[in-house]
Each structure stands twice: as C-alpha cells, then as structure tokens.
C-alpha cells in the first residue's frame, strides 16, 4: 500500500507508532513480504498485487494528527 | 560470564559492531558492494604508494627517470606502478557508482553520512589529481598548470594564491615536492574520515534497495555481507588485475611517455577520464572566473541533494519519473565525459553546454519537481 513506502520522518515514525495492533501487523508483514522478494529479485504473483480500491491511506488520519501535534507544540515553543 | 571475546574485549567490540554482529537489511543488493571496495582500493593504492615511493623521487630531474627506474629495475616495480596507477580508475568507478547508488536510493537522507562522503570525494578527487603529476611527464606538468592556474581567477587575491601554491612563478620543483607530500598524506585523511563516514552510517543502519524501513528484516553482517563483500573484493581484484597485467597503458594519455618540457604545449590538454566531466563543464563557461565556479560547483552541488529532496519516498524503487531522470542523469555524465576528451570546436562546444546545464538542472529542478508530481500521482498528496 501506498503508506507502506512513506520515507521514515519523525511524523511518520510517530504515527506509524500509534497504529492499532492490527494495522501494525498488517503493516509489518507487508513490508516484511516486500523485504524478502526484494532480496530474491522477484515480484509478487499479479493475483496479490493490491488492487486500486484497496489501497487504503491507512496512516493519514495519524499522520494528519501527528502533524497537529507538532505544529502545536512548535507554536508553544515559539513563545 | 562475560559473553564471547568479540562482545566483551573494548577494541574487539568495536570491530564486532562494523563487522560481525553488524545488523545490515537482509536485501542489500550489488550496489551496496561499493563501500567495501573502495575500502579496497585504498589499501590497494596505499600498500602500493608506499612501495613506490620508497624508490620514487620527487625532484624534476630525477622524477621521469625514477619512475622509468621502478618500471625496469625494481623487483615487480612494473606491477607495483601499474596497479597503482590502474587502481586510480576503479577508485573512481567505484566512487561513482557509490554515489549513484546513493542518488537513485536516496541514500543521502542520512545527511551527516552523504556530506562526509562528498568531502570524500574532494579530497581524492586532490590526491589524484596531485599523483597525476608525479611521473613528471607532459600531461602531468601541463594538467597541473592548466588547473593550477584556474586559482588566478579568484578576485583580488588570485595571483598570489597561484604562486602560493607552486611555491614559485610557475609549475617547479617546489610544486612536485609539495604534490608529492599532499600525495602521501591526504590518503591517511581519507582513512580518517571513511572511519568517521561509516561511524554516522552506523548511527541509522544501511538503506536498502526499497527505500522501506528494514528494521523488519535484517540479518548479521557476518556472514552474510561479508562473504558477499569477499566475492566483490575477487571480482575488482580481477578487473585491476586485468587491466595492469593485459592492458596497462589503456587508460593512459600517451603524452606521459614524455618528459615534461614547460617549453613544449601539448595539442590536447585533458585530465584522467575520471575527471573529464568537471573539466566539460569548466571548458563550457567562456569566462575563467565563472567555469572555475561552475567546475567546483559540479560536486559542490551534491551538498543540496538532501535539502532539495521532496518526495515522500526515499528510494526511487516506486518512482519510475525519477527513475527515467537518474537515468538522463547518468547519460548526461557520460555525455560530460565524452566532451571533456574532444576539442574545444563545434558541435562539442554546444553539445557540453547543454550537457551542463541538464547536469545541474537535473539536480535543482528536475529531481526535485518530479518528486513533487510522483506525490500527486502515486501518493495522492
């Protein structure tokens, strides 16, 4: 999923951190799965590619809410 | 029970957190070699310099016959100044494809390690150019000359900054015995800092061939990486074998084989190949003060590398736009390359500009737009 490539920012770390255990999990093994064919130099059969409509952007209700924190933060820090 | 040697004793410690019970991403493909082989190289080229220059001597007098002197008449002296000097170019191509795995890999987001590295690359890109003058031949002087004189350019105090560094009015003695210190002491500098380049890299850990956080997956340095470090160790020891046992002189400009004469202009003046890009872009500025500018800032540029970086992927494993502008990149070089070995007449004049203005358009603005729409379309940012 497209969530599973963000490049690792502290926001990004920060909602990754805050997923519920199952998302996490789900997370986890996707990119491990990614890891390993990577390593082997081989592509996902087509039948489990995900498909358009599932490729759901699991991380940006965390993400949105990671980033409000630190603006907030920064914005008391400024003071 | 204090555990294994290896985790307990202080010095074997540190040598077991680099190279034992490292934890590397368990997909490092190919282009994660190149680290270790120029750690190769330079012991390469350090076990040989010094052997070289126990019998080298840097005098203008003497400098040619010295070289002339280990060639024929020092035991394997033949093999010890051809691996040296072919060992120069798989530093370089090694160097290159180092940085253009970090380029395509984005890398260079662990910011401390990419900007050691390209002050890496300066100083061996000095090192080389100072060695090149050593054998005292005529592409040597005049190499030196050229280049040394690109320092006049610099406002005000140009001219004094040209005869403080030949040490005199022109290219002399007092040069190559200075070329031939930096020669011998800034590889020990370039030692150091490797030391200090892998100490941030160990701070983060090793990207990997997607760009995904590998902490997943990872697997023990040794034996893993290790043994695949040994393989690419035997594959560049063949290729410099290669080329200084079957084809030493390939790479050479024909020029050297004549003693310098200040008094005598060779027709085509051009660097090592691994520098002819630079020197394309220096030659496509007509002003002296602005291709000085634009040579220093071929390499200066790749500090803006991680500022400029707008993608919210690291790699461009899933990034085929960027993927087809690392590639332009890549063709851009070797069409800089190209250039820098032909003569300063049409079409190769328009051609380098060109060249370098795509070279340092695909760093400013290419990279970085193309990033900004690979957001839109693939992350629908």
């Known amino acids: 999923m497209a969530d599973d490539t963000l490049r690792q920012t502290p926001e990004v770390i920060e909602a990754v951190r805050r997923l519920p255990a199952d998302t996490y999990n789900q997370r986890a093994f996707r990119i491990k799965r990614a890891l390993d064919l990577s390593l082997k130099h081989r592509i996902l059969p087509t039948e489990q590619w995900t498909k358009f409509e599932e490729d759901v952007r699991y991380l940006k209700p965390y993400l949105e809410e990671v980033e409000r924190e630190m603006k907030e933060k920064a914005d008391w820090n400024a003071r | ?381």
């Open chain 2, 1 to 381: 029970m204090t555990g294994p040697l290896r985790k307990s004793h202080p010095l074997f410690r540190i040598l077991n957190g680099s190279l034992v019970d490292l934890p590397a991403p368990s997909n490092l493909s190919v282009w994660w070699n190149f680290g270790s082989l120029l750690s190769l190289c330079l012991i390469v080229q350090l076990i040989t310099g010094i052997f070289l220059a126990m019998h080298y001597t840097a005098d203008i007098s003497l400098a040619f016959s010295s070289v002339s002197h280990i060639c024929r008449d020092v035991n394997y002296g033949w093999l010890l100044r051809n691996i040296h000097a072919n060992s120069a170019s798989f530093f370089f191509i090694c160097l290159y494809c180092h940085i253009g795995r970090g380029i395509y890999y984005g890398s260079y987001v662990n910011q401390e390690t990419w900007n050691i590295g390209v002050i890496l690359f300066l100083i061996t890109m000095v090192t080389a150019f100072v060695g090149y003058v050593l054998p005292w031949g005529q592409m040597s002087f005049w190499a030196a000359t050229v280049i040394t004189n690109l320092l006049s350019a610099v406002p005000y105090i140009g001219e004094m900054l040209v005869q403080w560094v030949w040490g005199g009015f022109s290219v002399d003695n007092a040069t190559l015995t200075r070329f031939f210190t930096f020669h011998f002491l800034f590889p020990f500098i370039i030692a150091a800092l490797s030391i200090i380049h892998l100490l941030f890299l160990h701070q983060t850990g090793s990207n990997n061939p997607t760009g995904l956080d590998s902490n997943y997956d990872k697997a023990p340095f040794h034996v893993y990486f290790s043994t695949k470090d040994l393989v690419g160790f035997l594959v560049l020891l063949a290729g410099i074998l290669t080329l200084a046992l079957l084809a030493p002189t390939a790479l050479n400009d024909p020029e050297n084989f004549i003693p310098a004469n200040p008094l005598v202009t060779p027709t085509h003046i051009q660097p090592e190949w691994y520098f002819l890009f630079a020197y394309a872009i220096l030659r496509s500025i007509p002003n002296k003060l602005g291709g000085v500018i634009a040579l220093l800032a071929a390499v200066l540029v790749w500090f803006l590398v991680p500022i400029l970086h707008t993608s919210w992927n690291q790699a461009s494993t899933f990034r085929p736009l960027s993927q087809v502008t690392f590639w332009i990149l890549a063709a851009t070089f070797i069409i800089l390359t190209w250039i820098g070995s032909q003569p300063v007449e049409e079409p190769y004049i328009i051609i380098g500009q060109v060249a370098s203005v795509l070279y340092f358009s695909i760093f400013v603005f290419l990279f970085p737009g193309i990033a900004v729409i690979e957001n839109k379309l693939l992350l629908r940012y």
